[in-house]
């Protein structure tokens, strides 16, 4: 591992403050976006330094841990630049790869349901998701990790479409009910689908 990475790493777990991670995974998928978009400079020039001369020399491996706050920057100039509907996209994408390979051969909601606080700590390093599931419909609640602010919870929104809908919910729709942000005990998310493909 680089110089870099390892930096990166030993920062991350070295700070005393509450500062969730997302893995380097998701941030290389919004690295490459946020390039193609012309945006890297934008949103380096907002991160702090470290985070910064990470993301623009792309030391980022797949493994490291990245901060939330600078995803959600991140997340935030790639929604000015591409607009909301072309991050969500990207986010439902994103979310799906990270299932076993053989997930959409074999999925269900229910399976989704017992393999969900797998793939989150995947992703996450704090906090812990609460998923409830009555037919058709589900609450998926983040419990003891902070908001990020609005461009977070829409990419949040649309990978849980995006799981749910690889699970074979495909008309799946998930709007956030309650944030931290708005002074809720946790971000919670509300998804509805047709069950067993009934319209």
């Given at each position: 591992m680089g110089t870099g990475r390892a930096n990166l790493v030993r920062v991350g777990m070295d700070r005393e403050s509450f500062e969730p991670r997302v893995?380097?995974?998701?941030?290389?998928?919004?690295?490459?976006?946020l390039a193609g978009a012309g945006g890297l400079e934008a949103a380096a020039a907002r991160l702090q330094q470290r985070?910064?001369?990470n993301l623009l020399t792309d030391r980022i491996a797949d493994g490291d841990w990245f901060p939330i706050s600078a995803f959600a920057v991140m997340l935030e100039e790639l929604e000015a630049r591409v607009g909301i509907a072309a991050v969500e996209a990207m986010a439902a994408t994103a979310a799906s790869s990270i299932l076993?390979?053989?997930?959409?051969?074999?999925s269900s909601v229910e399976r989704l349901v017992a393999t969900a606080t797998a793939a989150y700590r995947e992703v996450n390093d704090r906090g812990k998701l609460?998923?409830?599931?009555?037919?058709?419909?589900?609450?998926?609640?983040?419990v003891g990790f902070p908001s990020g602010g609005g461009a977070l919870c829409r990419f949040r929104a649309a990978a849980i479409r995006g799981v749910f809908r690889v699970a074979g919910a495909q008309d799946a729709s998930c709007s956030e009910a309650s944030c931290i942000d708005g002074g809720g005990a946790f971000c919670e998310f509300r998804v509805r689908w047709t069950p067993n493909g009934r319209r």
């Amino acid at each position: 591992m680089g110089t870099g990475r390892a930096n990166l790493v030993r920062v991350g777990m070295d700070r005393e403050s509450f500062e969730p991670r997302v893995r380097g995974h998701l941030v290389r998928v919004l690295r490459a976006a946020l390039a193609g978009a012309g945006g890297l400079e934008a949103a380096a020039a907002r991160l702090q330094q470290r985070e910064a001369s990470n993301l623009l020399t792309d030391r980022i491996a797949d493994g490291d841990w990245f901060p939330i706050s600078a995803f959600a920057v991140m997340l935030e100039e790639l929604e000015a630049r591409v607009g909301i509907a072309a991050v969500e996209a990207m986010a439902a994408t994103a979310a799906s790869s990270i299932l076993p390979k053989d997930y959409a051969a074999t999925s269900s909601v229910e399976r989704l349901v017992a393999t969900a606080t797998a793939a989150y700590r995947e992703v996450n390093d704090r906090g812990k998701l609460v998923v409830d599931v009555e037919e058709g419909r589900a609450a998926v609640r983040f419990v003891g990790f902070p908001s990020g602010g609005g461009a977070l919870c829409r990419f949040r929104a649309a990978a849980i479409r995006g799981v749910f809908r690889v699970a074979g919910a495909q008309d799946a729709s998930c709007s956030e009910a309650s944030c931290i942000d708005g002074g809720g005990a946790f971000c919670e998310f509300r998804v509805r689908w047709t069950p067993n493909g009934r319209r």
